[in-house]
């Protein structure tokens, strides 16, 4: 438990109020501020629905313990104040957070730690301006936080090291899953992993060797029923008798001849999105997209429940 942190969150929409459940959730003290009029207020709106959900769903005792522990604040100094960690979670956009990096500098108190939620963009490009920038860093989730607990963490050239111990520290006090990246790289750990899956699903649709649906159920109902327990490396070492050398001998040449077949990057164009997006309309209409959003949430939450009682822990 985290008990008596005082963190800020710095930007409160969904990633940022996400956030604010990790957090507080732990027992840390957390200050949100959105710059926009009302924004942090409605956020605390919708945080108490999904504090009931997890309540709901056998992993949280008492919601109110948990939004007592969260309070807005009017401005960004006074988030600021007396906080050891800062999370920024605002636009993703390039000359916005280095905007809020800015602001964030003047106000920050001594060897407090900025991480960004920055979906893609690198620290370098927003955190180079700053005196404080030995103390940032990209604290990259995966959406919602508060069920799916890895945190990617990618250090800038001039990130001190102890920047990142003391991160990967708080990450873990709170529940996370931290990994760290040893420098800089586009898409970071999961996008680029999920950006090669994503290049052969296109694919398999615009050659029409599979439709939407099917490369979907090869994930959810194959891949992906390994890959909610255990990685990709760990995977194939379990899946021959002498591990991942044994693996590499039976298999290798097989993926070395896919890989040999794929010598062109294309991109998505407009014809293949249509026709992606015409196959998933005929299996979800757009009306239909935010209840499934909220049906993959509660699907994340039994998962969790279950990840949980697995590792014979208790609700938060």
Known sequence: MSVGERIAVVGAGLVGSSWAIVFARAGCEVAMFDAAPGAAERAVGTIAQRLDDLVAAGLLHDAADVLARIRVEATLAGALAGAGYVQESVLERTAVKRAVFAEIDAALVPDAIVGSSSSGIPASEFTGHVACRARCLVAHPVNPPYLIPVVELVPAPWTAPETVRRTRALMERVGQAPVEMTREAEGFI??????????????????????????????????????????????????????VADYAARLGPLYQ?????????????????AKVEQQRRALLAEGDLVARSAWRDRRLMALARHRRDAAGQEPE
């Open 190 to 243: 999961l996008n680029r992993l999920q950006g090669v899956l994503l290049m052969e699903a296109w694919r398999l649709v615009e050659e029409g060797l599979a439709s939407v649906a099917d490369v979907d159920r090869t994930v959810s109902e194959g891949l992906g029923l390994r890959w909610s327990f255990m990685g990709p490396f760990e995977t194939i070492d379990l899946n021959a008798p002498g591990g």
């Open 257 to 273: 001849r896919i890989a040999a077949s794929r010598t062109e990057h294309r991109v998505w164009d407009a014809a293949l999105i």
